[in-house]
């Protein structure tokens, strides 16, 4: 299936770096969000935007949905050992009550190094 | 704990077996997702319900797979004649509009 063209496929930083990922497609979307998983686990939500252009922040997240509404990056300040783990980014074109299932990447496996 | 939960979290079935997964969404949400998750991808749609009413499936759901929800709140998803292709995690998720909260999955194994 279609998948987001996401990277770095992987990130090695020491505690305390800046963090900078990105996700690019093919086609449009009217809403993206980003999502990080931890092994054995479900993804779990950090950030949905919904309007081009969006900045949007949660703690030290912040995320932004591109101009051309295909593309979105997130940013980690300050990284701490417990940022670990696999973070996905996922659009979605919802067109009246259809079209609710996200398309994901393939995802950026973050490493901190104490 | 009001978050989505799935049962079982492990499942090892032998080639030919069906195998039934079930989702328990939270309780709100009135829309409900199956993703399918292989080692180093992301999730992939298979099965979408708003409410009791399946309303869109890819083509990776072939017709050994089947998805239910009857009252509209849990949901299964039922494999049929298990081929070793099909070991993967099975996430589900539920939303009220875009934000889709997910379960920590069920991993199936097929031996």
């Known amino acids: 299936g279609q998948q987001l063209n996401q990277s770095p496929q992987s990130m090695f930083i020491q505690e305390g770096e800046d963090v900078s990922m990105n996700c690019t497609s093919s086609s449009i979307f009217n809403t993206w969000l980003w999502y990080k998983q931890d092994p054995g686990e479900g993804p779990v939500l950090l950030i949905a935007?919904?309007?081009?252009?969006e900045l949007t922040s949660n703690g030290r997240l912040t995320a932004q949905f591109g101009i051309t509404r295909k593309d979105s990056f997130l940013n980690i300040s300050a990284s701490i050992p417990s940022d670990v783990g696999i973070y996905f980014c996922a659009g979605q074109l919802r067109s009246g009550g259809s079209n609710y299932k996200l398309t994901f990447g393939k995802g950026t496996l973050l490493t901190v190094n104490p | 704990d009001t978050g989505v939960s799935q049962d079982p979290r492990h499942k090892i079935t032998k080639r030919g077996q069906n195998v039934t997964f079930r989702c328990d969404p939270i309780s709100e949400h009135n829309r409900l997702y199956w993703y399918r998750q292989t080692l180093g991808q992301g999730p992939e749609f298979l099965t979408y319900f708003q409410n009791e009413a399946q309303l869109e499936k890819s083509r990776l759901l072939s017709d050994r797979f089947s998805a239910e929800r009857p009252k509209g709140s849990f949901s299964t998803l039922e494999i049929q004649r298990t081929e070793q292709g099909d070991s993967a995690m099975y996430l589900c998720?539920?939303?009220?509009?875009?934000?889709?909260?997910f379960g920590p999955g069920t991993r199936l194994t097929v031996t």
């Open positions: 998720a539920s939303s009220y509009e875009s934000e889709q909260y």
């Open positions: 935007l919904y309007k081009a252009g």
